[in-house]
């Protein structure tokens, strides 16, 4: 089994490019090899939903996969979430569950993350339903851990760092221990 994993940005991806084995570019947005012992690609869509569709279907004609991951960094909308938690979105119950929705811009405003919250939103994040859009008929996952609460605008410099080391430290390990369960799980 084949895997494509998306995530939007630099800070997000590399720590599971890092991880690794017999790493391969296939493009500037795309890098292949095994992840746990896995064929997986990971892609870099950049940021929105406009560019996740676009780029995850560009990188499911070169790399074909039988299930897709979007992962990355989110915004928790309920105190109950807190920076660093690890949550599922879609596909896997290795992980707690989180209801999830995908907007055009950052929630950084108080009122807009608590009209969110009173929808029945817990994450909030700019890619996943455009990622599963693109995945079409394949198995589709969602991973992200918590980056902040949906409330203060963050520096560019400052978030990529805090993403980078979120994603390192939390994000990665989870991500390849969801591709190898699912993968042995599927036989």
């Known amino acids: 089994m084949r895997w494509l994993l998306?995530?939007?940005?630099l800070?997000?991806?590399?720590?599971?490019?890092q991880r690794l084995q017999g790493g391969r570019r296939l493009g500037r947005r795309l890098v292949?090899?095994?992840l746990g012992g896995v064929d997986v690609g990971v892609?870099?869509?950049g940021v929105g939903p406009r560019r996740a569709l676009a780029h995850t279907r560009e990188a499911l004609e070169a790399f074909?996969?039988?299930?897709?991951v979007s992962f990355g960094t989110a915004g928790s909308l309920v105190d109950h979430l807190?920076?660093?938690?690890?949550?599922?979105?879609a596909g896997w119950d290795g992980v707690r569950r989180a209801r999830c929705t995908t907007v055009r811009r950052g929630v950084f405003d108080p009122s807009r993350r608590a009209e969110l919250a009173a929808q029945g939103f817990e994450v909030v994040e700019m890619e996943a339903?455009?990622?599963?859009e693109a995945a079409g008929p394949r198995a589709f996952y969602g991973l992200k851990v918590i980056s902040d609460l949906a409330s203060v605008p963050p520096t560019r410099f400052g978030f990529a760092l805090h993403a980078w080391r979120i994603c390192s430290d939390r994000l990665a390990p989870t991500l390849e221990k969801l591709v190898v369960e699912e993968t042995s799980g599927r036989g």
Do not use: Q, S
Request: hydrophobic share 50%.
């Open 43 to 45: 892609l870099r869509c």
């Open 11 to 17: 800070a997000e991806t590399l720590p599971v490019r």
């Open 32 to 34: 292949t090899g095994r």
């Open 82 to 89: 807190g920076v660093g938690a690890v949550v599922c979105t």
């Open 64 to 68: 074909e996969a039988e299930a897709v």
């Open 6 to 9: 998306v995530g939007a940005l």
């Open 129 to 132: 339903a455009a990622v599963e």
